[in-house]
């Protein structure tokens, strides 16, 4: 596609919901981020992907948010059991080469109720 | 792990004034990138800089990275109610794994 779409753009979950978000990148696109961010700061690092390979999950905050690329295009943010300070923002990322310009979604606003 | 320090955090101009946004990093940057975000949505890649002394200008925006490439600045010149929004600089990790981003600056341009 022409560039990173998120999906969905709106999910209101109630405390102890799973949700799942999911992102599709840019064709072709090797790397694929996830970003956290919560009102009024700036995004914070969740995990990345290069194909299908998440070769950096550091920045998940619990054991409740689980990300996939099966096949090394489309990528999903499971988060298990909500809660309220899960409410941000989740944006999405694609680059190709690594590092070569990051191309963001429109984000996915979890608000957890 | 690198930060990024951004100043100010909120910025009310009258449209037609200059302003200064400021990004410092507790580590040499080696990519640095300046994103606009509107409130609820994705960020818009603004500009990129990599070398000590880089200055780039796209329409009345202008980014300079210091020579120490430990600093960073967004320059608005006759500012449009149109540059409203939240501006975010982005710092690479040299390895083109991640970016560790600032907190934000809010800007509003007052008619």
């Known amino acids: 596609g022409a560039g990173v779409s998120q999906s969905p753009r709106y999910k209101v979950a109630k405390r102890g919901q799973d949700v799942a978000l999911r992102c599709d990148p840019i064709?072709?696109?090797?790397?694929l981020f996830w970003y956290q961010q919560a009102l009024g700061q700036g995004p914070e690092f969740l995990t990345y992907?290069?194909?299908?390979?998440?070769?950096?999950k550091s920045g998940l905050p619990s054991d409740r948010f689980f990300a996939e690329r099966p096949e090394g295009s489309v990528s999903t943010l499971k988060i298990q059991r909500t809660q309220q300070e899960d409410s941000a923002v989740y944006l999405c990322?694609?680059?190709?080469?690594?590092?070569?310009?990051?191309?963001f979604g429109s984000g996915t606003r979890l608000t957890v109720v | 792990s690198q930060e990024l320090e951004q100043s100010p955090q909120s910025l009310i101009v009258q449209e037609g004034k200059n302003l200064t946004i400021n990004c410092t990093s507790s580590?040499?940057?080696?990519?640095l990138y300046w994103y606009k975000q509107k409130y609820g949505e994705g960020l818009i890649f603004l500009m990129m800089?990599?070398?000590?002394?880089e200055e780039k200008s796209h329409e009345k925006i202008t980014a300079k990275l210091d020579e120490k490439k430990q600093q960073s600045s967004l320059h608005i010149t006759a500012s449009q109610p149109s540059h409203a929004g939240i501006y975010l600089c982005?710092?690479?990790?040299?390895?083109?794994?991640?970016?560790?981003f600032g907190g934000g600056t809010r800007l509003m341009v007052k008619p």
């Open positions: 982005g710092a690479d990790d040299n390895a083109g794994n991640m970016l560790t």
């Open positions: 800089l990599q070398k000590g002394g």
């Open positions: 990322a694609s680059s190709d080469p690594p590092g070569y310009g990051y191309t």
């Open positions: 064709s072709g696109h090797v790397s």
């Open positions: 992907f290069q194909n299908e390979a998440q070769l950096d």
């Open positions: 580590k040499t940057l080696y990519g």
